[in-house]
């Protein structure tokens, strides 16, 4: 999957991305690294690389981070966070899209002030009336910012040189309307690319050949999670999640089928969390949860399912709300609860 593949590594790696208009944001970021006596916000849309820089930046200075975000922020106590980890590698919090944590927790802006850590805030929407103490904090120079651009062109270059480097057959017709679509957010236009490349395919076929692998063979986890990646995007995990879950019945069954059911509620929460939260660093925990389901052992018969006997879920029926009385939106909010009800 691209968004993993050329997810940076470094700073060199990262701004290989962006090019030389970015020498700004660069030095910038390394200045304040230099002398982090103040916390730093970096805000700029979704999908445009905040999350990826300030790990990037920590592999560069070989730094350790602790993470804080909407997840995890309430069992959070800055007070114990040490300014060394075991490795004597210095400690660099990051502090997740600080304007979703404003929305849904109490957070106290005050506690990180005085801590004597680095300390980089991200936000998507700077201007969001959650964020107006930060924001005043700015004005007094009590926290520094620093927002993140990427322009239409270098923007258009970062997926050229993907187009480029995986030798893609794609026209510039077809990458404009990428950039158009997609711009600014580079983890869509880079989703949207691989999505595309893969139209000449049946993905449904596809997916029910890759389901049909991990119910129906006995390969090592390490081989099912290889895969996987080799196999899917990113896009092809909502239907292959819900498939595996549908049929798992018809391989396993007592112990085997509670272990199945939970490892693939887990590859669905990860799946949640890296996709619909961007928290792209737990996407590796999806196929990993999947391929543990390869390794249980089945109580049913193992040879192949038939295409014509799988279990399709509902959820796939675009018309199915209607028979609900739903509307489409509140469907897909709530209608995996009829699924064992009507199949």
Do not use: C
């Amino acid at each position: 999957m691209y968004v993993i593949k050329y997810h940076p590594k470094n700073l060199d790696d990262y701004f290989r991305y962006y090019g030389g208009e970015e020498v700004f944001i660069r030095s910038s970021i390394e200045m304040w690294i230099k002398n982090p006596d103040k916390p730093l916000l970096i805000y700029s849309p979704p999908g445009t690389g905040k999350t990826a820089l300030v790990y990037a930046l920590a592999n560069t200075y070989n730094m350790n981070i602790y993470e804080i975000n909407s997840f995890n922020v309430k069992d959070v106590d800055l007070k114990t966070v040490s300014k060394y980890d075991l490795h004597g590698r210095r400690t660099l919090i990051l502090i997740d899209d600080i304007d979703a944590i404003l929305e849904t927790s109490r957070f106290d802006v005050d506690s990180i002030l005085d801590l004597k850590i680095p300390i980089i805030m991200t936000a998507n929407d700077i201007w969001n009336v959650k964020m107006k103490d930060i924001r005043a904090k700015i004005q007094t120079g009590a926290i520094q910012a620093l927002e993140l651009k990427i322009s239409k062109i270098t923007y258009t270059n970062l997926i050229r040189s993907i187009i480029r480097r995986e030798k893609i057959d794609l026209s510039e017709d077809e990458l404009r309307t990428i950039v158009e679509l997609n711009y600014p957010d580079v983890r869509a236009g880079i989703n949207d690319l691989e999505i595309r490349i893969g139209t000449g395919r049946d993905r449904l076929t596809n997916i029910f050949q890759v389901m049909n692998t991990i119910l129906t063979t006995k390969p090592k986890m390490i081989d099912v999670k290889n895969y996987l990646d080799r196999n899917l995007n990113i896009d092809d995990y909502r239907n292959l999640i819900p498939f595996i879950e549908w049929n798992l019945t018809l391989r396993y069954d007592g112990e085997e089928l509670k272990k199945a059911y939970e490892y693939i509620s887990l590859a669905d929460i990860f799946f949640f969390h890296s996709s619909i939260h961007r928290r792209w660093n737990l996407f590796t925990y999806t196929s990993r949860f999947i391929s543990f389901i390869a390794t249980l052992k089945n109580s049913n018969s193992r040879s192949r399912i038939e295409l014509n006997r799988i279990r399709i879920p509902v959820m796939q029926d675009s018309n199915f709300h209607q028979e609900l009385h739903m509307s489409q939106k509140k469907y897909k909010q709530y209608g995996y609860l009829f699924k064992n009800i009507f199949t």
